[in-house]
């Protein structure tokens, strides 16, 4: 998140709270946003500081590049790249797709030079920190390991 005049006044209390109280957040020291990895290797959670529940799946396009090249010198072109990122992002994001925009997410897809990625995103309300405990441990039964 860019714009801290978006951050609720009650983010401070309610990142303290998440913190205290689920343990594995990526970064306990960011103002900004907590991150999560979900059981799901792909998929990651977040509760940004403008109060919003995110539930993300991505690819880094010079990850997807390595991958896909295997080792040859073969250049992949930007436009092939972003064609396979977005195949291989469309694999991930289908299993959980209709479960999150039926829980009321909005589906965002993102794209730029380094990544591609897909983000289900729904409002929280930081007033209610028991709530939103229980949003997140639900989001968590959502994405079972795939290990």
């Known amino acids: 998140m860019n714009e801290s005049s978006n951050t609720s006044p009650l983010w401070p209390q309610a990142r303290t709270y998440l913190a205290n109280e689920i343990h594995g957040w990526l970064d306990i020291h960011s103002t900004d946003a907590l991150t999560l990895p979900l059981p799901d290797e792909d998929w990651l959670l977040e509760i940004t500081a403008d109060g919003k529940l995110v539930c993300m799946a991505g690819y880094d396009l010079e990850d997807m590049k390595s991958m896909l090249s295997d080792g040859t010198p073969e250049d992949l ?9 977005k195949f291989y992002l469309q694999q991930t994001v289908s299993k959980h797709r209709p479960k999150l925009l039926r829980q009321g997410f909005t589906e965002r897809i993102e794209m730029n030079e380094s990544h591609v990625a897909a983000h289900y995103e729904r409002p929280v309300d ?12 639900t989001c968590l039964t959502w994405f079972p390991g795939s290990r």
């Not at 930081?126 to 441990?137: M, N, R, S, V, W």
């Open 77 to 85: 072109g930007t436009d092939e790249l972003a064609k396979q990122a």
């Open 126 to 137: 930081f007033g209610h920190l028991a709530d939103l405990h229980q949003q997140i441990k």
